[in-house]
């Protein structure tokens, strides 16, 4: 079975430090896509970054980037000059390709907040 | 373009009674999906769709619940007998499969569900 842990519950960051969120996975599948999402306070989840299990290849989108790490079963998000709109919940999840209609398998968040 | 919608986005209902809410998924979108999250936790499965065929429940859903999507495009999940235990958020997602491909899943704002 799969299984995605954010073993950070909390962080609290002071506005323009650097903040990483970690996530630890575990498939038995070979092919498989690993996804973040934000969830604001009016709570509708928001589509982040969605990397194929052969694609390691870390990623930067202007002040998010990302680390997948095969080796590790990691795939950690890093926000940089973190600002107050970044506080949210982060979540991160897993779908193994091809299998049960590519459904999503959540970790229980990180919840982020960046103080003025 | 509009995202995904869902109704209403608030329920309060006593225990007992139905309720149902109703998704509207991104057009041209050929898979939907529903998950329920609660307090402090990520999303769990409940159930897709791929066009208007349900093909898989996860064990969370009881046979109080029922999900259909009769035309392949609007989706409608009914919960019978209320109880304590069903006040939660539930998320709607859609996503578009081509040949093996699924795109991301894109997410509703969600209906909250408290059961008095």
């Known amino acids: 079975a799969q299984k995605v842990t954010q073993a950070q519950t909390e962080i609290s960051v002071v506005e323009k430090e650097d903040v990483t969120l970690d996530c630890v996975y575990e498939?038995?599948?070979?092919?498989?896509?690993l996804f973040w999402y934000k969830q604001p306070p009016s709570g509708e989840l928001v589509f982040l970054i969605r990397r194929n299990s052969f694609d390691e290849q870390n990623e930067i989108s202007g002040r998010y980037s990302w680390n997948f790490q095969k080796s590790t079963s990691s795939f950690n998000f890093t926000i940089t000059a973190s600002q107050v709109v970044d506080s949210a919940v982060y979540f991160c999840a897993l779908s193994e390709i091809g299998s049960s209609g590519d459904k999503l398998t959540f970790g229980t968040g990180t919840r982020l907040a960046v103080r003025p | 373009d509009t995202g995904v919608s869902q109704n209403p986005r608030h329920k309060i209902t006593k225990r007992g009674q139905n309720v149902t809410f109703r998704c509207d998924p991104i057009?041209?979108?050929?898979?939907l999906y529903w998950y329920r999250q609660t307090l402090g936790q990520g999303p769990e499965f409940l159930t897709y769709f791929q066009n208007e065929a349900q093909l898989e429940k996860s064990r969370l859903l009881s046979d109080r619940f029922s999900a259909e999507r009769p035309k392949g495009s609007f989706s409608t999940l009914e919960i019978q007998r209320t109880e304590q235990g069903d006040s939660a958020m539930y998320l709607c997602?859609?996503?578009?499969?081509?040949?093996?491909?699924?795109?991301?899943?894109?997410f509703g704002p969600g209906t909250r569900l408290t059961v008095l």
């Open positions: 997602a859609s996503s578009l499969l081509q040949g093996r491909n699924t795109d991301t899943q894109y």
């Open positions: 498939t038995r599948d070979t092919t498989y896509y």
């Open positions: 057009s041209e979108h050929n898979r």
